[in-house]
């Protein structure tokens, strides 16, 4: 009988001991949740949006793994499964990271050579300007044609102010649009005095 009831404390032992190994993996969640704000600080969701989808996507599976063992009985939850993909979160969390880093080293260099390029345009289209023949025909247009410069100057004032807030997506689509339009407008120009030439002619 006392050989009998030492089994069974055995085995009741043993249960308990199950179940106290039986625990949420909570010091890796709150690890993968820190790597994944570390992730969003290093500019993720502007930089490298898909693999942030991809850490939280497998953060999103390992907690609903988690929650699907919480809800069995104790002596059958097992968080192997939920670990693992945690494991594989935090490793993402990594990768994407470095990629948010880089992505936003590039994007900065990029901003930074556009918004230099686009200065020499504006700057060529002010030149061009300055020496478009004026006339009776033409002075609308001149007036137009400064008017539309000074807001473009402007837009380059934009883009610097982006690249102070780490705007750089921003800052180098400003800088393109005010390259394309000064660039426009000195072709306008450098048309307008081939006809005046040809005119003299």
């Given at each position: 009988?006392?050989?009998?009831?030492?089994?069974?404390?055995?085995?009741?032992?043993?249960l308990?001991?199950?179940?106290?190994?039986?625990?949420?993996?909570?010091?890796?969640?709150?690890?993968?949740?820190?790597?994944?704000?570390g992730?969003?600080?290093?500019?993720?969701?502007?930089?490298?949006?898909?693999?942030?989808?991809?850490?939280?996507?497998?953060f999103?599976?390992?907690?609903?793994?988690?929650?699907?063992?919480?809800?069995?009985?104790a002596?059958?939850?097992?968080?192997?499964?939920?670990?693992?993909?945690?494991?594989?979160?935090?490793?993402?969390?990594?990768?994407?990271?470095?990629?948010?880093?880089?992505?936003?080293?590039?994007?900065?260099?990029?901003?930074?050579?556009?918004?230099?390029?686009?200065?020499?345009k504006?700057?060529?289209?002010?030149?061009?300007?300055?020496?478009?023949?004026?006339?009776?025909d033409?002075k609308?247009?001149?007036?137009?044609?400064?008017?539309?410069?000074?807001?473009?100057?402007a837009t380059?004032?934009?883009?610097?102010?982006?690249?102070?807030?780490?705007?750089?997506?921003?800052?180098?689509?400003?800088?393109?649009?005010?390259?394309m339009?000064?660039?426009?407008i000195?072709?306008?120009?450098?048309?307008?005095?081939?006809?005046?030439?040809?005119?003299?002619?």
């Open positions: 009988m006392r050989r009998k009831t030492l089994y069974l404390g055995l085995i009741v032992l043993a308990v001991a199950l179940v106290g190994c039986a625990k949420p993996p909570q010091e890796l969640v709150n690890s993968v949740q820190a790597a994944i704000d992730v969003k600080q290093a500019g993720a969701e502007m930089y490298a949006p898909d693999a942030l989808a991809k850490v939280t996507d497998l999103s599976q390992a907690q609903a793994e988690i929650e699907t063992q919480n809800g069995k009985f002596l059958f939850r097992s968080y192997k499964k939920a670990e693992e993909i945690l494991k594989q979160a935090q490793a993402a969390a990594d990768t994407a990271k470095q990629e948010a880093i880089a992505a936003k080293e590039k994007a900065k260099n990029d901003a930074t050579a556009m918004i230099e390029s686009c200065k020499v504006w700057q060529a289209a002010v030149d061009a300007l300055a020496l478009a023949p004026v006339g009776k033409t609308a247009e001149i007036e137009a044609m400064k008017s539309e410069l000074t807001a473009l100057e380059v004032k934009e883009a610097e102010n982006a690249m102070g807030t780490e705007d750089y997506l921003n800052a180098k689509a400003k800088a393109e649009s005010v390259a339009k000064a660039d426009q000195a072709s306008d120009i450098a048309q307008a005095m081939e006809k005046v030439k040809g005119k003299k002619r």
